[in-house]
């Protein structure tokens, strides 16, 4: 790629130095050994190398007895060559005066399409050693549809900057910085602060598909692309989007903070962007923009994300709201850690069986009518239900992944810092930081490997049990949510017209029992033999349990009537009772204290489960019964 762009530019990126490939591997090798990204350490671990190492590295050819001083030469004309055909911001050598950095920045606006395409060129080299790194993974994990979350990472030079106003005092022959593109990075809202100075790198990290399974893949980078801080942030996070889509992946859920989607030129742009080529956006809102009408249709209203009938209740349009003001009212009160979390937990579910309440009026995409205003909707919607469990699943795993990169990259500054001052400019930063980013994708898919030890359909029993119970529970949930508008529907319609009752018509709460530890199944168990926590496996497990807890929920009723209750005037029984889920992995092996899982046997393992409908905590007196088989 790099020899043929130098034949391209009517250069060599070979002559009398380096070839590009011993050039990058010298600068990965470093990086993956955590030493300063500096020409003297490079020039030094390839003397150190040639003598054992030399074809491995890809320089053969070159005499065992190179002195470090022509070494360190020959690494510094090869990386400038592979650096020249990625140059999108050429820098002259030598610290420049403001006269001379003013005709620069003409000069390259008179060749902005050249230098373009220069940068499509980098996007395309860092893209192509980090789509290596994805398809070095094992088959079981790798697909062609990927979930991504996109976020900036600030990565400092080894300058110091001016700011605009010293700038605009400076005259024509004092001299700016030595990296003049590199910009401030401000930190914080009301009480900003400048953390240093250099460039933002927009970072596209992997995700898994299942958010259940958090570590079903290793979070690495599959692209990135530098610009100075705040600065067209959103249209780089385009141009790593076009390279990862040239590579014929395509995306599924893209994960992206409040930054990307708002309705500056560049978010709308990117947001279409993504939307065009199939991507599910997961995003949050402003505290102003939440509960709000924010784009509307003759026939239809934006809400959240989420298209609605204009009759929408107020109740449920403002559900988000409402709970968190209640629950910052809960956290600033008195009560104890324990009394808190569980008014967090009734808040939670009465949230989310709002939310449910409000799939109802949702009005598809063919029946939209025309948009009022089309760049506010473009800049809204989103894939899931602003606040839903799938939401807050799929956007925690996306923030969690972000933040955790993050943190590897903070660790890079002393390399980058190390760096030589004969390599300046924002693509040589751009170069070093490709090889530190490559470097932290194999760490992480070496860690990740040793921790799954997956091999073809085996798994971690630790990573099975999870997936398991949140889809198990949700296909109970889903089941008695249709059970209670059949066998209860004024119940469910009085339940959801009253905002005081902790939950809204007909949603269930499953809860986990903790205390199962080494429960043995009965006959009223479901059992089943698993080697994945599939769809399938869930649905299999689940069968049994829907029709023990329907025959429960229906033998509770007529107990009820038996008691002299009207069918009328009888509660909505989700109100009042919930799911305890009894879920065991039977004679499954723990390999330490920390409760690390052993591999799933060959031949699977086998699972049981059991769901009883108990009274809630918090109300036990309404039923006047206890648990109920």
């Known amino acids: 790629m790099v020899t043929a762009w130098a034949a391209e530019d009517s250069s060599s990126a070979r002559g009398a130095s380096l070839s590009p490939r011993t050039t990058l591997i010298a600068w990965l090798t470093l990086a993956l050994e ?10 030094d671990l390839l003397r150190e190398r040639l003598g054992k190492d030399a074809t491995i590295i890809g320089a053969g050819d070159l005499p065992a007895a190179l002195s470090l001083e022509k070494l360190y030469a020959m690494v510094l004309s090869a990386t400038r060559r592979v650096v020249d055909t990625v140059d999108y911001a050429p820098l002259p050598a030598g610290r420049l005066t403001k006269s001379e950095f003013e005709e620069l920045q003409k000069a390259r606006a008179a060749n902005e399409g050249a230098l373009e395409a220069k940068r499509v060129r980098f996007t395309k080299f860092a893209g192509a050693l980090l789509q290596a790194q994805y398809d070095s993974l094992p088959d ?26 010293q700038y605009e005092r400076l005259n024509g022959d004092e001299r700016v910085s030595s990296e003049p593109d590199a910009g401030f990075y401000v930190r914080g809202g009301q009480t900003a602060r400048v953390a240093g100075y250099g460039w933002e790198y927009e970072v596209a990290t992997l995700l898994p598909h299942d958010a259940a399974r958090p570590g079903a893949v290793p979070n690495i980078a599959l692209g990135i692309a530098a610009h100075r801080p705040g600065v067209a942030f959103a249209n780089r996070a385009c141009d790593v989007f076009d390279d990862i889509l040239n590579r014929g992946v395509t995306l599924d859920q893209v994960v992206a903070d409040r930054a990307y989607c708002g309705r500056g030129t560049g978010q709308t742009l990117l947001q279409r962007h993504l939307r065009r080529h199939g991507a599910k956006l997961v995003r949050d809102y402003k505290k102003h923009e939440k509960g709000q009408v924010l784009a509307a249709t003759d026939r239809a209203i934006l809400v959240e994300g989420g298209w609605y009938t204009p009759n929408l209740p107020d109740v449920l349009r403002n559900a988000n709201v409402d709970f968190e003001n209640a629950w910052q009212q809960a956290r600033s009160s008195n009560a104890s850690v324990v009394a808190r979390t569980e008014t967090h937990r009734r808040l939670e579910d009465r949230r989310d069986a709002l939310l449910a309440a409000r799939r109802r ?28 469990t799938p939401w807050r699943e799929m956007f925690r795993i996306g923030r969690n992944a972000i933040e955790s990169y993050g943190v590897s990259l903070r660790g890079i500054d002393a390399s980058l810092r190390g760096g030589s001052s004969k390599l300046r400019g924002e693509a040589a930063h751009a170069f070093m930081t490709t090889m530190i980013v490559a470097a932290t994708n194999a760490r992480r898919i070496t860690e990740w490997a040793q921790k799954r030890e997956l091999s073809g359909a085996r798994g971690l029993l630790v990573d099975e049990f999870y997936p398991l119970y949140s889809a198990v529970s949700s296909r109970l949930t889903d089941a008695m949510a249709t059970w209670s508008r059949r066998m209860q529907a004024d119940a469910v319609s009085k339940a959801e017209a009253n905002p005081q009752l902790d939950h809204a018509g007909g949603h269930w709460t499953v809860r986990l029992d903790e205390a199962a530890l080494d429960w043995v199944p009965g006959d009223s168990a479901s059992t089943i033999r698993m080697q994945r926590a599939d769809d399938e496996t869930a649905t299999a497990l689940a069968g049994p349990l829907i029709d023990s807890v329907e025959r429960q929920a229906t033998e509770l009723l007529a107990r009820l009537e038996l008691r002299g209750v009207a069918p009328g005037d009888c509660p909505d029984l989700s109100q009042d009772v919930e799911i305890l889920l009894r879920l065991e992995l039977i004679h499954a092996q723990i390999i330490d204290d920390e409760e690390e899982w052993v591999a799933v046997p060959e031949d699977g393992v086998l699972v049981g489960a059991e769901a009883i409908l108990v009274p809630r905590d918090t109300r036990p007196e309404l039923l006047g019964v206890g648990s109920t088989r």
């Open 34 to 43: 955590g030493k300063p990204l500096s020409l003297l350490n490079a020039a």
């Open 140 to 165: 079981s994990v790798r697909t062609h549809n990927v979930n991504l979350a996109i976020d900036s990472h600030f990565l400092p030079v080894g300058a110091r900057g001016i700011g605009r106003a």
């Open 361 to 388: 009026y949702e009005v598809p995409e063919s029946a939209f009518g025309a948009v009022t205003d089309e760049d506010t909707a473009a800049s809204y919607v989103q894939h899931y239900a602003y606040g839903s």
